[in-house]
């Protein structure tokens, strides 16, 4: 498998080309004195591998190349090629968390840590929260 890594300028909304196929397409940008703009494929459950990335994000895709042949009821032959995503990693997000300077480790242990502070209980119950806290003990 080959890889390619570079901005993400454009995403695709997912594309239901028949009841069983669908397709997303994308635009990665190398960050090169001379940028190269690479239309990539993502195909069926790959769609999904997307939903988390941003334009601006900086990206790494994994892919293979595919081609075909296709003839024309008149006998022209042409051949098609195909970008196609097996992989996409987020190297360096656009959003605030990398503004904060966190590592994943920090962010999982923020996500997945217990709380520093046990919340007072009290007889009254203030919002939502108060009440699901109360069921939860």
Aim: aromatic share 10%.
């Amino acid at each position: 498998m080959s890889t390619f890594s570079g901005t993400l300028i454009k995403v695709d909304e997912t594309q239901f080309v028949s009841a069983k196929f669908k397709k997303r397409e994308f635009v990665v940008g190398t960050n090169d004195k001379y940028p190269q703009y690479v239309t990539f494929v993502a195909v069926q459950e790959k769609c999904e591998m997307l939903d988390f990335a941003k334009p601006g994000d900086q990206i790494q895709v994994g892919y293979k190349l595919t081609g075909r042949k296709w003839e024309s009821p008149a006998g022209q032959i042409k051949y098609f090629n195909t970008v196609e995503a097996t992989q996409v990693h987020v190297t360096k997000s656009n959003s605030i968390l990398d503004e904060q300077d966190m590592t994943d480790d920090e962010i999982m242990n923020d996500l997945f840590s217990e709380p520093t502070a046990t919340p007072k209980k009290s007889n009254k119950i203030e919002s939502s929260y108060d009440l699901a806290w109360d069921n939860l003990k």
